[in-house]
């Protein structure tokens, strides 16, 4: 139980959302009691409603009802009766962001290959890259115990920042210890997850003959925020052995599909093969034939879009168009916070930013050009995108009664947002993290006016720094806060 929430507390029969401004709020209110209990009622009430549910549409004022895990009904007006209250006034009520593509185990490191690219290009900036010291400097020194604190904490700061869903592609499985730490650290934080089961380095790494294991052992039931997918990268060698395990286990296969690294003969020859399926989920997707492409729109195959990490870490030029021109809808992801933030609000404005300039390049320079993405659009790569890529549109992705109550409330009253005059506008072009106020998971609040609930972060900051420590120690790499 949190502080909030104890007898020392009075539980009010309604709190507002949010009593103040992303840069000056108060102390949080106490929690309505019974948030997310089975047969409670919570009504989330007056807010600026955006459902991402054509069925439901957007509401300048309406109420979100939900019992227990799920959500009951949309309107503008709702009775609720005993229904615990949130007020929602001056605040946009949505579906929780999605991230369909995160390398969590890596938050120890955060910002420590801010330069970086890909691989060595042999210039001197470049000595330091993605490739040499994340893959084969650092990575292989991980112990179950840097795996779980890197996860959680890299958990509990995504849902600090909105996202309610995330798919940790963890290439960490050293050991099945390795595999079960991510996991379980998965389910401490608290929210939805799709675990990624990439592989691993050294003579204890069981991938990927353990994913049958781990697919009996953790993710047996459809019925919990836990689900799996299968790494299944096609520059490794045995990959198919990879692509059959997870299709014998009925889990979409993901992979890295990037030019820089030589992927495109492989690629073509899957696709002229005809192994694609709606199964594949295709990241980055940069530098691939026209044919390739065709046969995974075909195909009804998904693509993952890291547009800030694609554009910074030079694996090619995002293909955000190429998705659009076939009529695929990508989803947005953060990729690797050693390089760059894993808030969603940047990866929306990065996504909308980079397609308007080449669409205004063309039409500045006389020719066709393409439709401008909008705020809407982005917003749904971030939302309906990631739920359906990640096989999860039953579950999240839109305010859909029946569906489970995954919800975010936004801060419009905030300085840097006031006046409201364009929701959709307003979260993607002038929003952050700060301006998220009220985080809830499956009926379950883990972010309450502004505060984080249920973890002692102090504690696990520190144990965050220690293995950051050790890591750095391990590799031989100084502790340098101002490295060239």
Known sequence: MCKLCDA??????????????????????????????????????????????????????ADVLIEGAKILSVAPQIDAGDAAVIDAAGH???PGFIDTH??????????????????????PESGANYYEWMLQKFSVLYRPEDVYISELFGSISQIDAGVTTVMDVSQIHHSP??????????RDAGRRAVFGYFEGWGEKAQYPSDARRIKAQHFASDDQLLSMVMGAEIYL?????????????????????????????????????????????????TGMSDMAWKRAADAGAHVSLSVPIEMHMRHGNPPIQKCLDLGMLPSLSSDVECTMTADPFTQMRSTITLQRMWAN???????????????????EMATMGGAKGLKLEHKT??????????????????????????????????????NVSTVICAGQVRKWQGAMLGHDIAKLR???????????????????????
């Open 397 to 434: 992705g839109s305010l859909t009664p029946g569906k489970e109550a995954d919800i975010v409330l936004l801060d419009a009253g905030a300085l840097n947002v006031a006046p409201l005059n364009h929701v959709p506008g307003a979260v993607v072009t002038l929003m952050e993290r700060s």
């Open 177 to 186: 210890e390795h595999s079960d730490a991510a996991i379980s650290a998965l």
């Open 237 to 285: 060698p045995g990959y198919e052995n990879a692509w059959a395990t997870g299709r014998e286990l009925g889990i979409p296969l993901a992979m890295h599909i990037v030019g820089t690294f030589g992927m495109a003969p492989t690629f073509d020859a899957l696709a002229e093969a005809g192994q694609f399926g709606p199964d594949c989920i295709f990241i980055h997707m």
């Open 102 to 123: 995160h390398h969590q185990f890596e938050t120890a490191l955060r910002s420590i290959l801010a330069d970086a690219i890909l691989v060595n290009d042999g210039r």
């Open 92 to 94: 946009v009520v949505m």
């Open 462 to 484: 520190a144990e965050l720094e220690a293995s950051r420590d050790y890591l750095l120690e391990k590799a031989g790499v100084p502790q340098d806060l101002f490295r060239a």
């Open 8 to 61: 020392a507390h009075p539980v009010p029969t309604r709190a507002p959302a949010d009593a103040g401004g992303a840069s000056s709020r108060p102390a949080p209110s106490a929690l309505p009691a019974g948030i997310g209990a089975a047969g409670r009622r919570t009504l989330i009430k007056g807010g600026h409603v955006m459902s991402m549910d054509p069925a439901i549409g957007n509401h300048a004022k």
């Open 361 to 379: 390049d063309l039409a500045l320079r006389g020719e066709e050009y393409p439709k401008l993405l909008s705020a809407a659009d982005v917003i």
